[in-house]
């Protein structure tokens, strides 16, 4: 069974940079077929997509933070992080990672329970 | 304000059926699939639709989606006190807000 799970610090500090982490087990991310990804829900707001990353690299970005993220895959430790500069009280949200099946419409079928960040 | 506009509550009473919408345009729902997720209360979101209106395994048959021209539809037959949630819509989106966009949401309440 496939398992994602965040890690990363809980408080960080305005104009810092966040970074998160998301292990996978049950399944080998260098085997291709998903692609994996994280969203974000802000308190009292609805979900947000930040981007996905396929085993190769090859990654998208939601074009409002394409300026601040990155996301990155390492297969050697089987887990994809995020990478999110210069944060604001506004990047305060529950982090989500994970899969992405592409040939279900790019539907996301396996979640993370999620990690809350704050900024401040 | 989210690309996919969706109604910001809906509710209805056990055994009832209930619609959410999901409105969008022609470089998301007009053009691509699209995937309905169930947020439960403190819980991470669980995909319950996919290709407008495929089940993942597991999934019950109360839940059904539909799509016609750009707008989507999510219905809830059977209503149960546990379906109380937070319902997204998502879209592959073409243009430059994608590629993946979601709606605002729908919090569902079972009266």
């Known amino acids: 069974q496939v398992q994602l799970q965040e890690s990363g610090p809980g408080l960080v500090r305005p104009s810092q940079t966040l970074s998160l982490t998301c292990s996978v087990s049950?399944?080998?991310?260098?085997?291709?077929?998903?692609?994996w990804t994280w969203v974000r829900r802000h308190p009292g707001k609805g979900l947000e997509w930040l981007g996905f990353?396929?085993?190769?690299?090859?990654?998208y970005y939601n074009p409002s933070l394409k300026s601040r993220l990155t996301i990155s895959v390492d297969t050697s430790e089987n887990q994809f992080s995020l990478r999110l500069t210069s944060v604001t009280a506004a990047d305060t949200a529950v982090y989500y990672c994970?899969?992405?099946?592409?040939?279900?419409?790019?539907?996301?079928?396996?979640w993370g329970q999620g990690t809350t960040v704050t900024v401040s | 304000q989210s690309v996919l506009t969706q109604p910001p509550s809906a509710s209805g009473t056990p055994g009832q059926r209930v619609t959410i919408s999901c409105s969008g345009s022609?470089?998301?729902?007009?053009?691509?699939?699209v995937n309905w997720y169930q947020q439960l209360p403190g819980t991470a979101p669980k995909l319950l639709i996919y290709?407008?209106?495929l089940r993942p395994s597991g999934v019950p048959d109360r839940f059904s989606g539909s799509k016609s021209g750009t707008s989507a539809s999510l219905a809830i037959s059977g209503l149960q006190s546990e379906d109380e949630a937070d319902y997204y819509c998502?879209?592959?989106?073409?243009?430059?807000?994608?590629?993946?966009?979601f709606g605002g949401g729908t919090r569902l309440t079972v009266l």
């Open positions: 998502a879209a592959w989106d073409d243009s430059l807000n994608g590629p993946v966009v």
């Open positions: 990353i396929f085993y190769s690299g090859s990654s």
């Open positions: 290709d407008n209106a």
């Open positions: 022609s470089s998301n729902i007009g053009s691509n699939t």
């Open positions: 994970a899969r992405v099946v592409t040939t279900w419409s790019y539907a996301m079928d396996v």
């Open positions: 049950g399944y080998s991310i260098s085997r291709g077929t998903y692609y």
